[in-house]
């Protein structure tokens, strides 16, 4: 068989278990180290809970459909897509080939409206003609492709030898494309290399459509006459082993997984930086913290096989071992660990004819029930544009949303205004839906920040455990009577200047600058690609900004008197959420020049799913005076925030100027 041309972004890392650099040596900076003791203490904390803390069959049986619906929730799919009648796959067959005994149809089919999958369906030349030429239905393969470059031919066409090697041996062979790679391309590298961080506040992430095309592609193999829908395995190397994990850790109907060198482990993907070496189409958006096994817990007790390589520099057996043993941990308690199992090729990040042979085995063992040993037959190559589902470029339909499936794919939140309903109850509905499921990581009571007096330099707060700020004046007493003001800066905002502009709108005011994490001279190292802290954090349930709502909350709650926060841009929207969440005795937030949604920032995981900025800052109603200031202020979106002042009997305390 041919070996696998793999995407450079799929193979940036070769991983020994050591840290690379956030950037280049030249570019290292103080809070590098920092930044690394976190991550490294967050990733061992949420390490421990595997199996979300079950230590027997019962407890993990009872968690098992919530834990279900929170994994569709960070793969940005609605949990109700999977219960509800779906749309119309509209599947058309564009062309069909033989080759020997395997006939190959060229297809498409529609995961939603627009949303095309380009696909190649080998099966046994008999299979769909004659019935009674066939010995009842056959098992089918979803087989989900990694990143293989094929420009237009789809990157399917790069792994036609193996539905070539199913359809040979009675099985029915979906292979689909992929996003980035099909026919129609999308993106895969939103926030890797495109600054796309507006993905995270959307909660979208790439391996969200990936899975969901791979779940209707199980509706399609279905849908045939001649499949047998109870026998139904899910395979792929790289990209397609990580959406082999999604895909058999949601659909039920999947009987027998194996995902080949595409899963690894928090403690390799943000420890040892493994992420550089990937785009985000391999992770979801671990809002819920899990240990990052529990997805492929999921598939227990079903026949697994959990398939690498020795040498693979971007899935590293240190991972891959911690990673079965977890597995047998969970299949023990069912008393099936005969059916998980691993295999181990010797070599680098690709199939060879061993690694080939025990995923053919395992299918035939465990979906066929045919022990007999496989042999890895040798395929005549098939020219790729001869496996297109779009012949030519003119035939690509128009209504293809593919390009702009980000924008698309997960549904923002429509916030009803709280006009026929008591505002306390909804406002206490929206912050339980922000705590739930956007700051999850931040302690219910934020613990206050610990002040660290510095001589002839702006003192410092750690405000959690190896995270440490700069502020400016945090030790003076509070004044009596009066609300002291703290200025939230911005990432590179210059503290004098700000505190400058600031006086003169509080001229009589003794200003407090606050810089949050990664600002002021407590910057960590970036480089874009591979945003290595960034993209971390979202692995462990948070984002810069999310850290940042913390740090002021953290400062505040060590402040004893009331507070007045002032901010501009995004540092504005921040001190709004520091205030919502509790922190201090906070009388009034200003904000200059605030955007008008999350798309522009500040962004935090999910939270377009459950409101956008006007209506956040709404609910800083009644008890908080909200003043917006500058050209943005008077944006009509803003008037949503006026209405809830309004609503909340508080028009009073909401001024534009």
Sequence with gaps: MNRRNFLASSALLASGGVSPPLAGAADALPADDMIRKYLAAE??????????????????????????????????????????????????????????????DNLHYQSKPGLYVTANLYRPKTAGINPAARKGKLPAILYVCGHSG????????????????FASNGYVCLVVDTLQLGEIAGKHHGTYNLGRWWWHSRGYTPAGVECWNGVRGIDYLRSLPYVDGEKIGVTGISGGGASTNWIIAVDDRVKVGVPVSGVSDLECYVIDQVINGHCDCMFFHNVYQWEWTTALALFAPKPLLFANSDKDGIFPMSGNKRIIARLRKCYDLYGAKE???????????????????????????????????????QFEKIEGKLLRAFP?????????????????????????????????????????????????????????ATYIPRVHKLDELETEPSIVCQSIVTVLQPRLGEADTFVVLNPDEKLDETRALWALKYPDADLRGLYPRNSGKRKWAEKNPPNTVARSLVLLGQTVDSG???????????????????????????????????????????????????????????????????????????????????????????DRTAAIYKAAGAGDKFVRE
Aim: hydrophobic fraction near 40%; glycine fraction near 8%.
């Design 339 to 377: 059916l998980v199992d691993e295999h181990v090729s010797k070599g680098g990040h690709d199939y060879r004819e061993d690694l080939r042979l025990a995923i053919f085995n395992f299918f035939n063992t465990h979906l066929k029930g045919d022990k007999v040993a496989a042999k890895d037959t």
């Design 43 to 104: 990733t061992k904390r949420i390490s421990a809970k595997f199996l979300d803390g079950a230590t027997t069959k019962a407890e993990w049986e009872k968690s098992r459909d919530r834990l279900k619906n929170e994994l569709l929730y960070m793969l940005g799919i609605d949990p109700q897509q999977m219960k509800l009648t779906r749309s119309s796959l509209k599947a058309t067959v564009t062309g069909t080939l033989t080759r020997g005994d395997v006939t190959i």
């Design 548 to 638: 940042r709502v913390r740090d002021v909350m953290a400062a505040l709650n060590a402040h004893k008197g009331k507070v007045r926060l002032v901010g501009s841009g995004q540092a504005g929207i921040i001190a709004a959420y520091a205030a919502l969440f509790g922190a201090g005795l906070i009388e009034e937030v200003v904000i200059l020049d605030p955007p008008t949604s999350h798309r522009d920032g500040p962004h935090f995981l999910n939270v377009m799913r459950v409101l956008d900025i006007p209506d956040a800052l709404g609910l800083l109603a009644p008890d908080i005076k909200l003043t917006l200031l500058g050209k943005s202020a008077k944006d009509k979106v803003f």
């Design 150 to 165: 094929r420009g237009r031919d789809g990157n399917k066409t790069a792994f036609h030898d193996h539905g070539m090697w």
């Design 392 to 448: 030519d470029d003119k035939d690509i339909p128009k209504d293809a949303i593919n390009a702009t499936a980000d924008e698309t794919f997960v549904a923002v939140a429509k916030v009803e205004l709280p006009t026929d309903k008591p505002f306390k109850g909804w406002k206490a509905e929206l912050v339980k839906q922000l705590r739930e499921k956007v700051f999850r990581a931040l302690p219910e009571k934020v613990p206050a």
